[in-house]
């Protein structure tokens, strides 16, 4: 089995506005896409929170790239946080920059000595393969749902990311879009070795692009394997999100 | 009654220390040599300083010619009743360089600036805006607050120069249209009245005005968690401890010169 990117071992802890615990064990390898699939309030958003370090675990430890995050303090994370690349429900584009700059911003933040020039064909060539490049000068408050959304995954995949966290990615993305998405996400794995773990709460054409699904209903996890075994697995009421 | 004085106390201590260690972080990552995010941020600096200094010149500018003009003309006609005509200069050193000119210009720069940054990390908080740049390895202490904080202190201390001059300036336009006090009398007698004391005061409080503000403003942003609502809560209580803060600071600055 390849290297593990990601571990959640042993993990136990309580899930905001839910009676019930995540509980869960989760081994996911270098370069596998792994979506989490489930109802809301399952705990498929406080993975993606575990993962990227924002919560500590009451019990368990999170390791994402080798790197436990309850051993670190906040300022020995930025190592790691320039290979992951992490979008959340709230994406949180800079409301003061345009869509260009906030993809700029850490290009510019963490390679000053690139060239400018350089920097701005970077950013251009995502917003272009994510089709938000028209709106390059928009400001986040000027653009709509889906648009806002693929700005951030532009953001996040600027800094070729070795992981990529995303949280329910294709909520307000049309049809065509999420294909969009997939295609670049798919692309990107061809190309470089990119661990990717999705949250999703509906079915769509994305999940696809998945090796392996997780399923979570109340903090633990119902089914765990490939599309088809999972779908075979999964009780009736669950099988839409997988189907 | 002992244990809410008790618990008072105990938070008022853990405020002054979240507020200290806010502003030693950002004098570390001011001092502290890395490459790191350094054109970003002082990008993010230089629009403090023309937000909160440039900008606020105007507004400085009037409020200081009438200060200077209300405190001229209460001195110039009640000090020669009293046979004391010729303080006037160290009632304008006392007053408005020592005094007014520096806190006037902290008031300006807490109502204008610092509820400004209140309300913007605030925003910034509730948009997970501040989440979404510790993902993305930003540091927050050197991107957000670091340059808020040196484009705030810097601002202070020329804002309150500034003041003082213009003050001085709006008091010799009434002395001389009204009073009928010439040009270099009214020099001579500020000259005289003014020490490199009275410089340096108004110069540690524009500084110490300027760190408080900031540190405040910045952590009452910061504290916002998870609702709009709490912005302007917080902006609130930044507002009102900025004052009563640069006040006590003043008090602990000024005191030990008259003992």
């Known amino acids: 089995m390849n290297e593990a990117a990601l571990v959640l071992e042993q993990i136990r802890t309580p899930m905001a506005g839910s009676p019930h615990v995540l509980d869960v064990n989760l081994r996911i390898a270098a370069g596998e896409f792994v979506a989490l699939v489930g109802p809301s309030r399952s705990g498929k958003s406080l993975v993606i929170e575990l993962a990227a370090g924002l919560v500590r675990p009451e019990a368990g430890r999170v390791v994402l790239l080798g790197h436990e995050w309850n051993d670190t303090q906040e300022s020995e994370q930025t190592p790691v946080r320039l290979r992951v690349g992490t979008v959340l429900q709230q994406p949180g584009l800079l409301s003061n920059m345009t869509l260009f700059h906030n993809v700029l911003l850490p290009l510019r933040y963490h390679h000053g000595a690139m060239p400018e020039r350089s920097r701005e064909q970077a950013v251009m060539a995502q917003l272009d393969r994510l089709g938000v490049a028209p709106m390059r000068d928009r400001f986040p408050a000027e653009l709509n749902q889906g648009e806002v959304r693929r700005a951030a995954i532009a953001r996040a995949l600027i800094l070729d990311p070795a992981v990529l966290l995303l949280d329910d990615p294709v909520a307000g993305l049309d049809a065509e879009m999420v294909l969009v998405l997939k295609a670049c996400i798919e692309a990107r794995r061809a190309h470089h070795p990119l661990t990717v773990v999705a949250a999703l709460r509906t079915f769509s054409p994305f999940i696809e692009a998945a090796d392996r699904l997780v399923v979570l209903r109340d903090g633990r996890v119902v089914a765990d394997g490939d599309r088809h075994a999972v779908a075979g697995a999964v009780p009736e009421s669950l099988r839409r999100y997988v189907q | ?259």
Not at chain 2, 55 to 63: F, H, N, Q, R, S
Not at chain 2, 90 to 97: H, R, W
Not at chain 2, 183 to 188: G, R, S
Not at chain 2, 221 to 240: C, D, H, K, N, W
């Open chain 2, 1 to 259: 009654m002992i244990e809410w004085v008790g618990r008072r106390a105990i938070a008022g201590y853990t405020y002054l220390a979240a507020l200290a260690t806010l502003f030693t972080q950002a004098v570390l990552d001011l001092v502290l040599p890395t490459r790191q995010g350094r054109g970003e941020t002082l990008r993010v600096l230089v629009r403090q300083i023309l937000f909160t200094g440039v900008d606020a010149l105007p507004v400085t500018t009037v409020i200081a010619l009438l200060l200077g003009i209300i405190i001229v003309t209460q001195a110039g006609t009640q000090l020669p009743r009293l046979g004391a005509g010729g303080l006037v200069g160290s009632i304008i050193v006392v007053t408005v360089i020592r005094e007014l000119g520096p806190l006037i210009t902290a008031f300006i720069v807490v109502g204008r600036s610092g509820t400004a940054i209140a309300t913007e990390l605030g925003n910034m908080s509730v948009t997970r805006e501040v989440v979404a740049l510790r993902l993305m390895g930003i540091s927050i202490s050197r991107f957000v607050i670091m340059p808020r904080m040196v484009g705030m202190v810097l601002s202070m201390l020329c804002l309150t120069l500034y003041f003082d001059v213009v003050a001085v300036l709006g008091g010799y336009l009434i002395a001389d249209a009204q009073l009928t006090i010439p040009f270099y009398a009214f020099v001579e007698s500020i000259t005289k009245a003014l020490s490199t004391t009275d410089v340096l005061m108004t110069a540690i409080k524009g500084l110490s005005f300027g760190s408080a503000v900031a540190a405040i403003c910045c952590y009452h942003g910061l504290a916002v968690r998870s609702s709009f609502t709490e912005v302007p809560q917080q902006t609130t209580r930044a507002m009102i401890n900025s004052f009563v803060l640069c006040l006590l600071i003043d008090v602990v600055v000024t005191v030990p010169l008259y003992l």
